[in-house]
């Protein structure tokens, strides 16, 4: 079962998301401030069990997906969480020597979910300040349902109301005031800085109801630039597990309904071979049981 949030005829709405066609709810679901929540109809809210009966149903009216605008499917969350360096492969192919999970912890850093965010179809815009090195990264997104503090880490993906797809676009040579003196810490900045350029987020075309994808740790990961395969993994090849994330992140701060986390991406990004974005450009973002998020590339 994936849901996803669209826009039809000036108004917000809701529904059952199938590749090419959505299929709107049948009941007047629209929230206060015209929005569709998706939550209240995934795992933990409190609409999920009539979204299963719709669903069961197999009868709703569809539109195709082109007649509709598709929206980021939890536009709003309170904390959007990303790892970096949770493939192996892609730790070794930007220089790095990846370590066992038992030696090491997850990074954990954040994106501002309000400016960063972007529907699909949306163009990723390429940032005036810093055109030239703007990479992609093909992730798998969690949306979590339940919240929690010290959340161990056999009941994490109870926690889960479902999961999505995150492009976390990079700027990977992002160098603010380049007349500045060096200080110790500069590159590490410069690198969390160039993670926050406005659209630099790409989130959906759906969420995947936890009740239906029950496993995230097997799932293929493909990602295109203009047609052209460059990353293809799965997720079984993530260092830290979604579970063990979960784990992590709610010993440090309390998770809530809402949040979203992004557990990192695979190899190929276009920093390994210095092919960097650039207006004109397709992408084209697939996760098995999710769907594709594809996002055109334009100058800001």
Not at 83 to 110: S, W
Not at 289 to 298: A, H, M, Y
């Amino acid at each position: 079962m994936r849901l996803c949030r669209f826009e039809d005829d000036g108004r917000i709405a809701a529904g059952f998301y199938e590749d090419d066609r959505v299929s709107p709810f049948p009941d007047d679901h629209v929230g206060a401030g015209g929005d569709a929540d998706l939550l209240a109809f995934l795992p933990g809210g409190a609409a999920f069990d009539r979204a299963r009966e719709w669903f069961d149903r197999k009868d709703l009216p569809s539109r195709p997906v082109g007649e509709v605008r598709l929206l980021v499917p939890n536009p709003r969350p309170n904390k959007l969480f990303l790892l970096a360096g949770n493939y192996a492969k892609h730790i070794e192919e930007c220089g790095g020597i990846a370590a066992e999970r038992a030696e090491t912890f997850p990074y954990v850093f954040m994106k501002p979910p309000s400016t960063t965010l972007n529907d699909p179809g949306a163009p990723v815009r390429i940032p005036k300040s810093s055109p030239d090195s703007i990479d992609w990264e093909l992730e798998l997104g969690v949306v979590i349902g339940k919240g929690g503090k010290h959340i161990a880490e056999a009941d994490a993906l109870s926690h889960v109301a479902g999961y999505t797809i995150f492009n976390d676009i990079s700027d990977r040579g992002f160098r603010p005031n380049p007349s500045r003196t060096e200080r110790a810490r500069d590159k590490f900045f410069d690198w969390l800085h160039g993670k926050w350029h406005d659209s630099s987020c790409p989130s959906g075309p759906c969420i995947a109801s936890a009740h239906t994808l029950t496993d995230p740790q097997n799932l293929s990961l493909q990602l295109r630039v203009n047609g052209e395969l460059r990353q293809d993994a799965n997720t079984v090849q993530q260092i830290f597990p979604v579970a063990a994330v979960i784990e992590f992140i709610s010993n440090i701060t309390t998770l809530e309904p809402g949040d979203m986390i992004s557990t990192g991406t695979s190899a190929g990004v276009g920093f390994a071979t210095k092919s960097f974005l650039k207006p004109g450009d397709k992408i084209e973002a697939t996760i098995e049981s999710i769907g594709t998020l594809t996002s055109p590339v334009e100058a800001e």
